[in-house]
């Protein structure tokens, strides 16, 4: 069975543009969340999208938005790029919300910002 | 909110040894999940091992196995027989019991462990 799955692998872009980050999960799952992962530091929670409806937000500013489709994939959108964002981002699934379910990492996007 | 703390940021072992990884955590909630999570180079986060707050045992999964310390809050993990593919960063993590943004995963800082043949 494939795992989650990320796109692209990586990512340059420069100061003020925007970027979508993709996400496809395991199959029959339904819950996705993203997280930021800068250099040297652990993963900090930016989403959760759990049956197409945000069902929590990491303190992220408002450049950064998400979706969830009806096939359960998700998207990720920063608006107006900073240096700072720059780094990994990480897609997780999971059958269902809740902290009982283990949540599958995928391999992540790198993005640089020039 | 809810902190973790992995206060050593590398570690070294020597092939077919034992190591132990610290974590320590701050939580005023009663009940809670704690993981380990393997990010070898590769990138892929990997859950190594399980801890649920209401439960005295302690998890082990193989080679690994933690030490939960619930009233210092502390969740160490230790390593057995150390193999070259234990070679990775760690990541030590924390989740409420709760739905929602407060079923995030909270993540420490990680250690990066070495492993010398």
């Known amino acids: 069975d494939a795992g989650v799955t990320q796109s692209p692998t990586h990512l340059i872009k420069t100061r003020g543009q925007h970027v979508t980050l993709r996400c496809s999960p395991i199959s029959g799952h339904k819950s996705v969340s993203w997280y930021q992962q800068v250099l040297g530091q652990g993963p900090q929670f930016i989403f959760q999208y759990y049956e197409k409806e945000e069902r929590g937000r990491g303190n992220f500013p408002d450049r950064f938005s998400a979706r969830q489709f009806p096939n359960y994939s998700s998207e990720l959108n920063v608006n107006a790029l900073l240096l700072g964002d720059s780094a990994l981002y990480l897609c997780?699934?999971?059958?269902?919300?809740?902290?009982?379910?283990?949540?599958?990492f995928g391999p992540g996007t790198r993005l640089t910002v020039l | 909110a809810q902190t973790v703390t992995q206060s050593q940021p590398e570690m070294s072992v020597q092939e077919a040894e034992t190591v132990t990884l610290s974590c320590t955590y701050d939580?005023?909630?009663?009940?809670?999940?704690l993981f380990w999570y393997k990010q070898p180079p590769s990138r892929q986060m990997i859950l190594v091992i399980r801890?649920?707050?209401?439960?005295?045992q302690n998890a082990t999964e193989n080679r690994f196995s933690v030490n939960f310390q619930k009233a210092a809050k502390s969740f160490s993990l230790k390593i057995s027989d150390s193999q070259l593919g234990d070679a990775a960063m760690y990541f030590c993590a924390y989740r409420s019991p709760f739905t929602g943004a407060n079923s995030k995963l909270t993540f420490g800082k990680g250690i990066t462990l070495s492993v010398r043949p």
């Open positions: 801890q649920e707050a209401y439960k005295q």
């Open positions: 997780a699934s999971s059958l269902r919300q809740g902290p009982y379910n283990e949540q599958f």
């Open positions: 939580t005023s909630e009663s009940d809670y999940y």
